[in-house]
T-cell receptor
């Protein structure tokens, strides 16, 4: 039990669909993150939320839209995706967004765009 | 900017062999350093960490020492097991802003 859950675990969607990924942390943390993990590529940080405010947006295409309604929940809304967006999307949380705190990761959502 | 360079994989060892995975970094400030492990089908898990120079992180028989003079944080284990087969990521976290930088990951396979 990592304390960070993600749903769904697997998602197949067409390029014209709209779907959302959900992340929930049960650790009382106040910072949450979305990462993209593609085969043969480094882990890519997409978004960072600290105290429910977005503090980092790493030039992510607008077809990815994050939402953080409270400190325990994080969503990634997807629309009109491309096949190259197929990847493992990892959510993480930490006690704070400063250097000493490690991140706790969820199991990921395996996304396939057809 | 900051960067983390890990030893390229894959690494294949026999059970009970000695493991070293090299990690070096560049950073402008005084980062914290981490090793994460990812087992098949799972997210990353913290393996160990060190927050200042000369600190040694250890967990489950793995060790790494924060070497500021060589900007390194090499991962070692004296005797690996089949269950250690996974992908290992070295990472740093900056003093300010808290943004993490990850290495590319090193795949370890341990054969019985």
């Amino acid at each position: 039990e990592t304390g960070v859950t993600q749903t769904p675990r697997h998602l197949v969607m067409g390029m014209t669909n709209k779907k959302s990924l959900k992340c929930e942390q049960h650790l009382g943390h106040n910072a949450m993150y979305w990462y993209k993990q593609s085969a043969k590529k480094p882990l890519e940080l997409m978004f960072v939320y600290s105290l429910e405010e977005r503090v980092e947006n790493n030039s992510v295409p607008s077809r990815f839209s994050p939402e953080c309604p409270n400190s325990s929940h994080l969503f990634l809304h997807l629309h009109t995706l491309q096949p190259e967006d197929s990847a493992l999307y990892l959510c993480a949380s930490s006690q704070g967004d400063i250097q000493g705190y490690e991140q706790y990761f969820g199991p990921g959502t395996r996304l396939t765009v057809t | 900017g900051n960067s983390v360079t890990q030893m390229e994989g894959p690494v294949t060892l026999s059970e009970e062999a000695f493991l070293t995975i090299n990690c070096t970094y560049t950073a402008t400030g005084y980062p914290s350093l981490f090793w994460y492990v990812q087992y098949p089908g799972e997210g990353l898990q913290l393996l160990l960490k060190a927050t200042k120079a000369d600190d040694k992180g250890s967990n489950k028989g793995f060790e790494a020492t924060y070497r500021k003079e060589t900007t390194s944080f090499h991962l070692e284990k004296g005797s690996v097991q089949v269950s250690d087969s996974a992908v290992y990521f070295c990472a740093l976290r900056e003093t300010n802003a808290g943004k993490s930088t990850f290495g590319d990951g090193t795949t370890l396979t341990v054969k019985p």
